[in-house]
Nanobody, 122 residues
Framework: QVQLVESGGGLVQAGGSLRLSCAAS????????MGWFRQAPGKEREFVAT????????NYADSVKGRFTISRDNAKNTVYLQMNNLKPGDTAVYYC???????????????WGQGTQVTVSS
């Protein structure tokens, strides 16, 4: 069982930056593939980024490539999402997720956090 707690959301102007953190409980954090997803009002939840257990492999949604960076610190049981050059379209609740599968894409996530709100004003 893994519990995930996101933090770092808030209100920022377009062009600004935020760094989201996701703290995980449990001693096997380094075994999990981690991901970030987001859900805007009235829209379905969508994939943002994912990172392998070692941090050596990452994938991003096309909409955030070049602006967002996912990273992890296994010693701190934490995964991060650095978001730069934010746009109003990035406004959403951002969720952290974890899965045991080492496959970055196409395999569902097993655990989810409660989410943190990110609002980008124009």
């Amino acid at each position: 069982q893994v519990q995930l707690v996101e933090s770092g959301g808030g209100l920022v102007q377009a062009g600004g930056s935020l760094r989201l953190s996701c703290a995980a409980s449990g001693r096997t954090f380094s075994s999990y593939t981690m991901g970030w997803f987001r859900q805007a009002p009235g829209k379905e939840r969508e994939f943002v980024a994912t990172i392998s257990w070692s941090g050596g492999s990452t994938n991003y949604a096309d909409s955030v490539k070049g602006r967002f960076t996912i990273s992890r610190d296994n010693a701190k049981n934490t995964v991060y999402l650095q978001m730069n050059n934010l746009k109003p379209g990035d406004t959403a609740v951002y969720y952290c997720a974890a899965k045991m599968s080492p496959i970055l894409s196409g395999v569902r996530y097993d655990y989810w956090g409660q989410g943190t709100q990110v609002t980008v004003s124009s």
